[in-house]
């Protein structure tokens, strides 16, 4: 029988939240080690790739992907204003 994703996220819940419903829970791949989708895998492969994702809530799921977004751009803007006093390396 196939590992039931979606009853798992519902157990795990929201990380953030709290939130349960299975129909609202995304995973949120928590670094640079994503292989592929979860919807894509099956088997091992499925297993060894939940290993590396932590489970929120479509709305916390975006939330924490804009702040994502957003530090990545001050990183730059800081990069950027450094790299200027370099005499704009």
């Known amino acids: ?3 039931d ?4 996220k519902a157990a795990q819940g929201c990380c953030d939240c709290g939130n349960r419903d299975p129909d609202a829970l995304d995973c949120d791949h928590d670094g640079d080690d994503k292989v592929a ?8 492969k499925l297993l ?22 957003a530090m990545v751009e001050y990183e730059r803007t800081e990069l950027d ?9």
Do not use: Q
């Open 1 to 3: 029988m196939p590992f």
């Open 37 to 44: 989708n979860i919807a894509d895998l099956s088997g091992a």
């Open 81 to 89: 204003e450094y790299c200027a006093t370099l005499g704009g390396v």
């Open 5 to 8: 994703v979606r009853a798992w």
């Open 48 to 69: 060894v790739e939940l290993r590396k994702v932590v489970v929120r809530c479509v709305p916390c799921h975006r939330r924490i992907t804009a702040l994502r977004s």
